[in-house]
């Protein structure tokens, strides 16, 4: 389920769509990321490297001298657009956590003071929302695919959410909830048993619950109940 972040106004946050589609040149950064294996952003418009002049052999010291370009590295704020762009476009194809975003940029080689400054500016206006992230993600995922409170929580911990913002979702999860996202998927599966017996039907069934999560209580209850009708 996408999470529906109130995007903010271009003039007030600073992360709006004008500071990624403002077409200022990026050339030091472009250099920057050509030189580390990292793909231009479409927005950033493309311009040619200028290349050193040729020396020629036994040259005097003076062409010398002019003929080499220093090599500069890209300014900071220049880093933190590309950075933004490329946080920006992962979001828009979908909701992410911080951890998720952080992994991702930091396999485009980008330097980690300028995603921590994108991410903390992310969060800051609300397009980073990990509490936010969890709640949905355990509603959907429950709904959807009848998962357990602990695959649950495993999954949120591989997403890099805090404890605090995993049991915050996770307490929207009663003991009633857990019984009838289990009695759903059972009777769900169920229906392509009718031709097994009682005990295969319970065997299989119980080896579907154990993969989704829950626990021997929730399965010895639920299946009683399903298979007694």
């Known amino acids: 389920m996408p999470i529906n972040h ?14 990624v589609t403002d077409g200022r040149p990026l050339t030091e950064a472009q250099e920057w990321l050509q030189r580390h294996g990292v793909g231009e952003p479409a927005e950033v418009t493309s311009q040619p490297a200028h290349r050193p002049s040729e020396q ?3 040259g005097s010291r003076g062409s010398s001298s002019s003929g080499h370009q220093r090599e500069s590295s890209p300014r900071s704020e220049d880093v933190e ?12 194809s979908r909701a992410c956590t911080r951890h998720e975003l952080d992994q ?19 969060e800051e206006v609300g397009l980073v929302d990990d509490a936010s ?14 998962l357990s409170r ?3 929580r495993r999954e949120l911990q591989a997403k890099g959410v805090q404890r605090s913002d995993i049991d915050s979702a996770l307490d929207r999860i009663d003991l009633d909830a857990e ?20 005990n295969v039907q319970y065997r299989r069934l119980a080896g579907i ?13 639920v299946l009683t109940d399903v298979l007694a009708e």
Request: no cysteine; aromatic share 4%.
């Open 6 to 19: 109130q995007r903010p106004t271009e003039r007030g946050s600073g992360v709006g769509r004008s500071s």
């Open 209 to 221: 619950l154990s993969r989704r999560g829950f626990d021997t209580a929730i399965t010895t209850r």
């Open 179 to 198: 019984l009838r996202s289990a009695r759903e998927l059972v009777e769900r599966k169920r229906a392509a048993m009718n031709g097994l017996s009682r």
């Open 104 to 122: 991702a940029l930091q396999g485009k080689n980008v330097p980690q003071a300028a995603i921590d400054a994108v991410l903390d500016r992310l």
């Open 133 to 146: 992230f969890a709640v949905d993600w355990v509603t959907s995922r429950q709904e959807r695919r009848h």
């Open 81 to 92: 657009s590309v950075v933004r762009t490329i946080a920006l476009r992962k979001l828009t």
């Open 56 to 58: 020629p052999s036994g």
């Open 150 to 152: 602990q695959v649950l």
